[in-house]
């Protein structure tokens, strides 16, 4: 199977660019119900892509064949399927015991039994200790807590590994009772996120034992403008692209290859000059405001890395 990675300055150019591949792979298969997946970002992404083939290009394909994932989904999706033999229909995310709704339980049982000395004390004085408002705050705590390390799976995922690891591969600037608290939810359950994906790229892991349990033998699988994502789930992906075919749909402001480093200078020539060529895709009258964010040069270095960790040793 293949990576590909397709780019440009207007997302009506990549949704019709899916929707030729999409075409042609239908076409072509011997599978009449063969389907399709296009992970997103959010449900946003799917409603617009889905208004878009429907009404504006009016396409009279049936879209049965196609599968709208959000990325979360999908990657838990193929980690229970490869690591634990646990095919997508029968997973239960809510029941995980990372998932937000488990994880604001367990925090509540773990502040409710604080102990002096165990490095919650600035929880335990948010807390109090009056009877009747104690129990509703520190429910209210449990599942702010929840949510902030359930987004930290996705933004700050190597900071978790490192946590649980006992690893540091930089220093962060999270709280210590950040770090005090997940490892003392790891003690408990070591079933973490992040230890599934070292199962998944270890030595000798194949990523067909996934399809053998139940995940679906996709025609294709089309990432569709993801701008961002934590470093373990583009080498899960890269994974899944040894039994399935995978295919990069990303939206590039300067319509240029992203393999390279411009400078500043560089880069804002290019945008002008994209400016002029696609005036219905970026605002007229100058730059918009969160495309000069991006012309920030740090974050060109970081896209441009994104595409190199993906074409290293591919002769691109």
């Known amino acids: 199977m293949s990576i590909s990675i397709k780019w440009s300055a207007s997302l009506e150019s990549l949704a019709d660019g899916l929707l030729r591949a ?24 799917a409603n617009w892509l889905k208004q ?16 709208f994932v959000a990325l979360p989904e999908f990657a838990n999706d193929w980690l229970a399927a490869q690591v634990h033999g646990i095919a ?15 994880m604001a339980w367990r925090i509540y049982r773990r502040l409710d039994k ?30 702010k807590i929840a949510r902030m390390l359930d987004e930290y799976q996705d933004s700050r995922f190597m900071m978790l590994r490192n946590w649980e690891t006992g690893g540091m591969d930089r220093p962060d600037d999270a709280p210590a009772w950040q770090k005090t608290l997940y490892r003392l939810l790891v003690a408990e359950n070591d079933g973490t996120y992040a230890r599934d994906y070292d199962a998944a790229f270890q030595t000798g892991a194949e990523a067909a034992e996934a399809l053998r349990h139940g995940f679906p033998r996709y ?16 080498r899960l992906l890269e994974k899944i692209a040894e039994a399935l075919p995978v295919t990069f749909w ?8 992203l393999g390279e480093t411009p400078s500043r200078a560089e880069a804002v020539q290019r945008l002008r000059r994209q400016l002029k060529r696609q005036r219905t895709v970026l605002s007229q009258g100058g ?7 991006s012309l920030d040069s740090s974050m060109i270095r970081r896209r441009s890395g994104f595409w190199a960790f993906w074409l290293r040793g591919r002769g691109a």
């Not at 999409?22 to 992404?45: L, Q, R, Y």
């Open 22 to 45: 999409w075409e042609d792979a239908a076409s072509s298969a011997h599978e009449p119900f063969g389907k399709t997946c296009i992970v997103v970002n959010n449900i946003a992404t």
């Open 52 to 67: 878009y083939y429907l009404v504006d290009r009016k396409i009279r394909r049936v879209m049965l064949g196609l599968d």
């Open 88 to 102: 997508p229909r029968e997973r239960k995310a809510s029941l995980h015991p990372y998932s937000k709704e488990v």
């Open 114 to 143: 604080a102990e002096e000395g165990d490095g919650l004390e600035i929880l335990r004085s948010y807390v109090g200790t009056e009877p009747q408002a104690a129990g509703r705050r520190r429910w209210a705590l449990s599942g």
């Open 219 to 234: 025609q294709a699988v089309h990432v569709f403008d993801i701008s961002f994502m934590p470093e373990p789930t583009l």
């Open 250 to 257: 990303t939206f590039n402001p300067l319509d240029d290859w």
């Open 287 to 293: 730059v918009p405001e969160e495309v000069e964010f």
